[in-house]
């Protein structure tokens, strides 16, 4: 199973930018679908993006749309959430997710398709 840990989250102004990453020292990490999620305070998880273990496949919210941008670096294990145009409703808890897959084009955006998840990390948009 993945070992998930976020990084990158903080404190931003409306309008700039902010990059999360996502190491994942998990066995077949390269093997792994990820996907970002966001809870924000007194509403439910809710899915942001995801990205199949070759890259191949991205899926974004259309809240994020145009403004999101899901990455990975296999070499790395790393996966990135770029994130511009950030809004004060983009304040929440991001959490990094992982599955295990042998399919290449596989990017779930249900929480219940992932079976590892990050501690999360926290990202405040002021106005």
Known sequence: QAQ?????????????SMR????????FADRNAMGWFRQAPGKEREFVAAISWSGGTTECSDSVK??????????KNTVYLQMNSLKPEDTAVYYCAAVLTWSSAYAPKQGHEYNSWGQGTHVTVSS
Not at 9 to 16: D, F
Not at 20 to 27: Q, T
Not at 66 to 75: E, L
């Open 4 to 16: 998930l840990v976020e990084s990158g989250g903080g404190l931003v102004e409306a309008g700039g």
């Open 20 to 27: 999360l990453s996502c190491a994942n020292s998990g066995r």
């Open 66 to 75: 145009g403004r999101f941008t899901i990455s990975r670096d296999n070499a």
